[in-house]
């Protein structure tokens, strides 16, 4: 079966500080993988997604970004954090073209101080 | 340009009492869509989801949806909630534009009273 992992599940980091999220699925080949951030009331925000290895569409300007270095591993970088970066970030994954099922990571907490 | 919306940011029902959550979504073609169910500092779970066919659609823990094309609407609904169903729940639409992408309403925020 399928699972997908993300860690930290919990991050406190100062404002300016570096970031580095993972997320790994396991249990299938090729899919796509997305980034979500969850603010307080504000539903989910799609970040970034990616269709392959190397292969980044980000749907958010700002200074974050996402690496994709192998088939099912996603990462999540920033060089210096915002406070404004604080939230709940879900990795998910799903194959097809958006018409099949998502399938979320349990998330990491970020609170930057 | 697509958008899902869920007009309730929280709903408070009696333990037993029936449930109704609101999805409204704008898009040009037949969507893909979805309920998920997420709760406190958790990742989402898929509730259940309609692509075609029977416009009513059955998921887990006693969860059913219609899809109503001349409302635009995909509203959730269970008949007896339990005090467990307290969560946040998100309706979503895939496949957007022909896209890899998927949008999600800001999700309504159920408390289950005992």
């Known amino acids: 079966s399928q699972t997908i992992h993300q860690w930290p599940a919990t991050l406190v980091q100062p404002v300016g500080s570096p970031l580095s999220l993972e997320c790994t699925v396991e249990?299938?080949?090729?899919?796509?993988l997305y980034w979500y951030r969850q603010a307080a009331g504000r539903g989910l925000q799609l970040l970034f997604y990616?269709?392959?290895?190397?292969?980044i569409s980000s749907e958010v300007p700002q200074n974050l970004s996402a690496s994709r270095p192998q088939d099912r591993q996603f990462i999540l970088s920033s060089k210096k954090l915002l406070l404004s970066d604080s939230g709940f970030y879900l990795c998910?994954?799903?194959?097809?073209?958006?018409?099949?099922?998502?399938?979320f990571g349990p998330g990491t907490r970020l609170l930057v101080l | 340009a697509q958008s899902v919306t869920q007009p309730d940011i929280h709903i408070t029902v009696s333990e037993g009492a029936s449930l109704e959550l609101r999805c409204n979504y704008s898009?040009?073609?037949?969507?893909?869509l979805f309920w998920y169910v997420q709760s406190p500092g958790q990742g989402l779970q898929l509730l259940l989801k309609?692509?075609?066919?029977?416009?009513l659609v059955q998921g887990i823990k006693g969860f059913e949806a219609e899809f109503k094309r001349s409302q635009s609407s995909f509203n959730l609904r269970k008949p007896s909630v339990h005090w467990s169903d307290a969560a946040e729940y998100f309706c979503?639409?895939?496949?957007?534009?022909?896209?890899?992408?998927?949008?999600f309403g800001t999700g309504t925020r159920l408390k289950v009273l005992a």
């Open positions: 309609y692509f075609s066919g029977d416009t």
């Open positions: 990616s269709v392959g290895i190397g292969q």
């Open positions: 249990g299938t080949s090729n899919p796509n």
């Open positions: 898009y040009g073609a037949t969507p893909y």
């Open positions: 998910a994954w799903s194959v097809g073209q958006g018409r099949e099922t998502q399938y």
């Open positions: 979503a639409v895939g496949e957007v534009l022909g896209t890899y992408k998927y949008i």
